[in-house]
């Protein structure tokens, strides 16, 4: 573990990173006022950072060994609650927003209770199913959801005077972003930390110790769910349109996946950076060099991680920068 | 009005056997994920992927040439059978947790399978039409497409030699051997290199073979995959991985099931009826309830090799 | 600096320079168009069809000095995401004047919401979904919609066919299933019965246990809302199984010509429908007609699909409204191109194009067509039909 306090856990040891990490906090922060009426690179950071929160919800699981195939679940729960609640009750968008997040949560609670005591691939299929299942109930439900026509005309985020712009769904992002981290790293400090580490170790050693596997993994579904529907809902707020197909798509389970895993699923910081750096490198360099050739860049960062990066960036960063800490 | 309809047949009938042929087709859909699960503990996430290859080989065999289905399968099974033989090095390279790890190697495989596909034959659908295949047969008293029979037996030929395979000559059961301990199999002098070469490429054959029947009955598209590697996980699981007669009676139930469920329900329940389905075999085999071999693919499943 | 700007286009804008530095009489004004289609991708043959009938409108008009149009593609690869990112790019960045292009609503509804925002009219190439003109929004248009095929099949079923009982087989897509839905309204208002009404989830290989219910159900007449590779499936089985019908109408797809090529001869007496395709064109433009089909040969090589006519008649009406607004030197203003949309009266091969004040595109029609002996021939609407309809078609022994 690293040094003592909710800093300590935020920034990492070295000098070095700590100084890259508030730099790009400042910038981050300041970013809308840079762009100006560009907003096309405010769009992309959005969708960079809307990312970066899917991408750490999802690790959040990964930490207690429990690789989810089905966090599409819980960004379509996000979505279609904050799009009905938005579009159908007239609610606030951002009170639909919240709402929604926790609906996706209360989702988390119930797939923990459906995936049991299954751990490994078990555990990975069973939360696939369940995303699958929610498309198709989404898809054939249409006094609901209106099945696969999807919802059309859902409000955008209003902000100050009313108006809708890109700064309000970028700060709204943003500050989804710190929050899921601040949450991460309170819960590296917290006994629930140590609690999930205790149980990517072995489910029977850790219930040796006395820990309450059932319960950390609902608590630890419940957050990850949580955020990844405020993802959701606010996805369905910047392009006023959700789909059963789009919001519970199967890439939105796998792309988490390989971005934690790209940029250090073990470091705090792994999984934003590495959703920030392969969705604006996809967008701005690699989409111009290869046009469709996505799925080229994802299969090769998976097979590159895995085989060569088995820390992700920030591992191989951190090797190479001086002595193996290693990941938490 | 009467004899334009001809008479009136008994729809159960006509679902649950044309349910039972499609399982046949699952089990042999699912029999290159099981033996390579089984004797390797790679989860190979592309395997439907490499069905597709073996598909659109086939596809093009037919559509240039003019070549049954049946007869392209060894062809078709070329192109993966090598894939998954040249991944050998590559999966060897993967640490522990084996299992979970072969499962995100794989699906990064599946990815870059994928866009080769898309690139090398576009995201046309297409599909294998022999028009003798559209012929109706009588069977039971109820209608079959001829191809669909013929693809049920071919199938249960293949199933057949295999488990005649692992069970009656020295090599299968010495991969049956592996499967139970690799350790044990590897102190009693067999060299589980080999043999892991063997079974990728054995598993990686079934799924191409398997590609050209795909596309006779379903079209085929670069990211069609997932269907057939849902099928197989499903499959694999519930018949335990060693049992050629476990997938067989697996691949009927789970057709029979969808057959019925969309007879009774349409494509709402049938969708949900495989989807239940998978979840009761995970929740049912996951907690090890039956089969030592399932134990061996738990949470901190890796391999003593 | 924008991309992808093809040779074409880039001569086209060298010539009409050289031009422009002749004589100061009238100057040419500019206008940067942003288009936006699936080039990669699942939808990438339609995608291209679109953008190629693009570039030959953008090419006709940087023949005349009046105007100078900068086109600038980008390839969304059927993904909503790099859809807005597109819009956004165009508009925010390379301040384009206008937008053209989109396959499927999935796509054109995201990028219509741009549009909107910054105030740049947007004309679909192919939208169908009825909610997206409901939004009451001013900058978004489309030269196609979905009532024409509610009218059309309604219309030959109603007209043509009079049967008792329909069938309905619908594919779980936007477009299909409102179609689907509307058709059954709009039969059992003129006391059709529907007694199959089934949607299917694409991937779904065996249509045996729904045709079942067709049969049993004793419907005369199955209409499939959804693509050509499920009729194609479907047709088969139908054979297969014997299931036989008086008449089968496929909504979408069944223009193309690997329908006839791949279905054979089961492919006889089966119903589709069309809008422009070369031989079938609106009247008084069938010299216009022949002559982008030659234009489009000698450009691509082969037959022009019926989406090239959709682009090109799209980015037709957006040029044509800014080329009201020259006459000013400089850049065209989107609000000089969006007023010159709305008073927009242009006959072109598809349509008389015009729009309503939601952006509908008042005269588009579809056509039925019909298999016989290995071609497509209009039945429907009689205005417009060549040939006479074969209806009941023979059981599937007889043939």
């Known amino acids: 573990m690293r040094e003592g306090g909710l800093v300590g856990a935020l920034c990492p040891a070295r000098a070095v990173f700590r100084w890259a990490g508030i730099g790009g906090a400042i910038l981050a922060v300041l970013l809308p006022a840079l762009v100006g009426p560009r907003e096309y690179l405010l769009y992309l950071g959005t969708m960079a950072l809307v990312f970066s929160v899917l991408a750490q919800s999802w690790s959040l699981q990964a930490q207690a060994g429990l690789i ?261 | 009005m009467e004899s334009r309809r001809g008479p ?48 659109y080989v086939g596809e093009r065999l037919w559509h240039l040439a003019g070549w049954s289905p049946i007869l392209v399968m060894p062809l078709a099974a070329l192109p993966p059978l090598l894939l998954a033989v040249a991944s050998r090095p590559l999966l060897a390279r993967v640490g522990e947790p084996f299992v979970l790890r072969s499962v995100v190697l794989t699906f990064g495989a599946s990815l870059l399978i994928q866009s080769t596909l898309q690139t090398t034959f576009t995201a046309d659908f297409r599909l294998i039409t022999p028009p003798a295949w559209d012929r109706g047969i009588s069977l039971f008293g109820v209608r079959v497409a001829a191809g669909r029979l013929l693809i049920a037996a071919t199938a249960l030929i293949v199933l057949g030699l295999l488990h005649l395979l692992f069970t009656r000559t020295f090599f299968g059961k010495s991969l049956r051997a592996v499967s139970l301990d690799r350790e044990g199999a590897a102190l009693a002098g067999i060299d589980p290199v080999r043999v892991d070469r063997f079974v990728l490429g054995l598993g990686g054959a079934l799924a191409g073979a398997v590609g050209p029947l795909f596309a006779a009955i379903q079209y085929v598209t670069p990211s069609a995959g997932i269907g057939p590697t849902l099928t197989a996980i499903v499959l694999t699981i519930f018949g335990g991985v060693g049992s050629i007669g476990g997938l067989l009676v697996g691949g009927l139930l789970l057709g029979l099931a969808e057959s019925v469920a969309a007879w009774a329900g349409g494509a709402l329940w049938r969708d949900l009826t495989g989807l239940g389905l998978l979840l009761l075999v995970l929740r049912w085999r996951g907690v090890g309830l039956a089969g030592a071999s399932v134990s061996a693919i738990g949470p901190a499943g890796g391999r003593a090799a | 600096m924008p991309q992808r700007i093809p040779c074409g286009a880039w001569a086209a804008f060298l010539v009409s320079l050289a031009l422009g530095f002749g004589p100061a009489v009238a100057e040419a004004a500019t206008i940067t168009l942003g288009e936006i289609n699936p080039l990669t991708g699942r939808f990438a043959a339609h995608g291209t069809a679109l953008h190629r009938g693009v570039l030959l409108a953008v090419e006709e008009a940087n023949a005349s000095p009046l105007l100078r149009v900068t086109l600038a593609t980008r390839d969304d690869e059927g993904r909503p995401d790099r859809a807005v990112a597109a819009a956004e790019e165009l508009i925010t960045r390379l301040r384009a004047a206008a937008l053209v292009g989109g396959y499927v609503d999935t796509l054109v509804g995201p990028i219509s919401e741009v549009a909107e925002r910054h105030k740049v ?279």
């Not at chain 1, 209770?113 to 054939?140: K, M, N």
């Not at chain 3, 049969?215 to 499936?233: S, T």
């Open chain 1, 68 to 328: 989810s195939f089905g966090h599409a679940a819980f960004f379509g729960v996000g979505a279609y609650g904050s799009a009905l609640l938005s579009l159908r009750w007239q609610f606030s968008p951002w009170i639909a927003l919240a709402a929604a997040a926790l609906l996706a949560a209360a989702t988390g609670l119930a797939a923990a209770e459906i995936a049991g005591d299954l751990t490994g691939p078990y555990f990975s299929l069973t939360t696939l199913a369940l995303a699958e299942i929610l498309r198709v109930v989404a898809l054939h439900w249409t006094s609901l959801t209106e099945g696969a026509w999807g919802l059309v005309g859902i409000p955008g985020l209003p902000w100050i005077g009313a108006r809708e712009t890109r700064a309000a769904e970028y700060y709204a992002a943003l500050v989804m972003l710190a929050a899921m981290c601040g949450t991460s790293a309170w819960v590296q400090r917290a006994p629930l930390g140590l609690a999930l580490h205790a149980i990517r170790q072995g489910e029977a050693r850790a219930a040796a110790s006395g820990v309450d596997a059932r319960r950390v993994k609902r608590i630890a579904l419940a957050l990850s769910g949580l955020f990844a529907g405020g993802a959701g809902a606010l996805h369905v707020h910047i392009f006023h349109w959700v789909d059963p197909a789009s919001a519970f798509s199967l890439n939105l389970s796998v792309l988490p996946l390989i971005m934690a895993m790209f940029g250090g699923s073990g470091y705090l910081l792994g999984p934003p950076l590495g959703a920030v750096v392969l969705y604006l490198g996809n967008e701005l360099v690699f989409q111009r060099l290869a046009p469709g050739g996505q799925l080229w860049l994802y299969g090769g960062a998976v097979v590159l991680v895995i085989l060569a990066l088995p820390h992700g960036i920030l591992g191989w960063i951190e090797a190479r920068v001086g002595g193996p800490r290693g990941p938490v």
């Open chain 2, 8 to 55: 009136r047949r008994c729809t159960v009938v006509e679902a649950v056997v044309g349910g039972l042929i499609t399982g046949t087709f699952y089990a042999l859909l699912a029999s290159g994920f099981a033996v390579i699960l089984g004797v390797t503990r790679v989860f190979n996430l592309a395997h439907g992927d490499l069905v597709i290859l073996g598909a």
């Open chain 3, 121 to 399: 009219p947007y004309v679909a190439t192919a939208s169908l979904d009825e909610r997206l003109t409901q939004r009451g929004y001013r900058y978004f248009f489309r030269i196609s919609h979905l009532q024409a095929y509610v009218d059309s099949m309604l219309g030959v079923v109603r007209d043509l066919f009079r049967p008792r009982r329909v069938a309905i087989l619908f594919s779980a897509t936007p477009g299909a299933s409102q179609l689907a839905r509307r058709q059954r309204e709009r039969l059992e208002q003129a006391a059709i019965r529907v007694p199959v009404f089934e949607m299917f989830t694409s991937g779904m290989s065996d249509f045996a246990p729904l045709l079942a219910r067709v049969r049993d159900a004793d419907a005369e007449v199955l209409i499939a809302d959804a693509f050509f590779a499920d009729h194609l499936v479907m047709v088969r089985q139908l054979r297969a199984l014997e299931v036989n019908l008086k008449g089968f109408l496929g909504a979408f797809g069944m223009e193309f010509p690997e329908v006839v090529r791949d279905l054979g001869p089961s492919g006889e007496y089966l119903f589709g429908t069309t809008g422009w395709e070369p031989g079938i064109a609106e009247p008084g433009t069938e010299e216009a007609s022949r002559a982008f089909v030659a234009q489009y040969r000698r450009r691509f090589g082969g037959e022009p699909p019926p989406l090239a006519m959709h682009g090109y008649v799209a980015a037709r009406a957006i040029l044509a409204a800014a080329g009201r607004a020259a006459g000013r030197s400089g850049e065209v203003e989107p609000q000089a191109i969006r007023q010159g949309l709305q008073e927009l009266d242009l006959l072109t091969p598809l349509e008389r194009v015009q729009f309503d004040s939601r952006g509908e595109a008042t005269h588009y029609r579809r056509l039925i067509v019909q298999i016989q002996g290995g071609t497509r021939i209009v039945v429907y609407p009689p205005d417009r039909a060549t040939g006479k309809a074969r209806y009941p078609m023979p059981t599937w022994k007889e043939r």
